[in-house]
């Protein structure tokens, strides 16, 4: 019995070591209930900033699609007949298309001459270190543009050049030029060196390397500052209000329009004002990855 039960044993021990051990179930650790509140925390405030930039923006939609009448009865707030009197009455009665090219065209020139004159500049400033021009380009980056209104206005009416496109133009690059040159400086500061002296090793001049090397690497610097100066460009009021004439009156400024003594048409200020948001919203869309590139380029590199 003794040699059986022996023998039983060496049978048991040799079929469980045959077989494949079965590993062991992990058991994960408990987060911390710090962790937890945290990321419960960091939904909840992300859904509240959420709501507070789209709030506003959905109120705007909504109440482009109401009555006058509709949108003062708060019963209607969300349950309501829409109607497109109020776009009609933008688009077609108050012809908004010629307001519409007026911003486009403006913002679009304003950004292009800025580009062109201030990419050179940021260029030598950061490659020479010219501290004295960067100085002047930060001053009249931080100086209000409203500070200087009342003399542009006294210049330019006594150059007879009040209400043309022109003086918006120039009013609009004294913004978007700084912007440009302050942005790109960073921008050229984060590209190696190497990159250039290597190119002028190899029989370029140092304006040849920087067209052929430098620029096409700063194509994402150069989205964000065109972006940003003809977004800002765009919706500037306070230039065209002053300096515009019947002709050459931007989309912010014929915004101003529903705005009576006695009363405001809510409606069609809400159309008119959806009808300028909706291509800056589009174009951030779409170039949100440039606009981010760009603007953290000097952050991460180099």
């Not at 304003?110 to 270190?129: D, E, H, K, Q």
């Given at each position: 019995?003794?040699?059986?039960n ?17 590993p ?16 419960v ?28 009448v ?35 065209w403006?913002?679009?020139v ?28 930060l ?85 964000t500052?065109?972006?940003?100066s ?53 174009i ?19």
């Open positions: 019995m003794t040699v059986l022996k023998n039983t044993e060496n049978t048991k021990t040799q079929t469980s070591a045959g077989q494949p051990r079965q062991l179930p992990v058991r994960r650790p408990k987060k911390p209930l710090g962790t937890r509140a945290y990321k925390f960091r939904v909840a405030a992300l859904i509240a900033v959420v709501l507070f930039l789209v709030a506003p923006l959905f109120w705007m939609l909504l109440a482009s699609l109401k009555t006058n509709d949108i003062y009865d708060t019963a209607k707030s969300f349950i309501f007949s829409p109607t497109f009197e109020n776009y009609a009455n933008v688009l077609q009665r108050n012809n908004y298309f010629v307001f519409i090219f007026n911003s486009f403006v913002a679009f304003s950004t292009a001459l800025s580009l062109v004159l201030g990419v050179p500049a940021a260029y030598a400033m950061s490659r020479f270190t010219m501290h004295r021009s960067a100085l002047v380009v001053m009249a980056r931080v100086i209000p543009g409203v500070s200087l209104l009342v003399p542009w206005y006294y210049v330019f009416s006594n150059l007879k050049m009040v209400g043309g496109f022109e003086v918006l133009i120039l009013s609009h690059m004294f913004v978007a030029l700084p912007l440009i040159v302050y942005i790109m400086m960073s921008y050229f500061d984060s590209l190696p060196l190497e990159l250039e002296e290597s190119a002028q090793v190899d029989g370029l001049t140092p304006i040849g390397a920087f067209q052929r090397i430098t620029l096409p690497l700063s194509v994402a610097g150069m989205a500052a065109g972006i940003l003809f977004i800002f460009s765009w919706n500037n009021f306070m230039f065209a209000l002053v300096l515009s004439g019947s002709k050459t009156k931007t989309l912010p400024v014929a915004i101003f329009d529903f705005v009576s003594y006695a009363s405001i048409d809510w409606g069609g200020l809400m159309a008119a004002a959806t009808v300028v948001t909706i291509p800056i919203m589009i951030a869309l779409f170039t949100q990855k440039y606009i981010v590139s760009g603007m953290t380029a000097g952050a991460t590199k180099g």
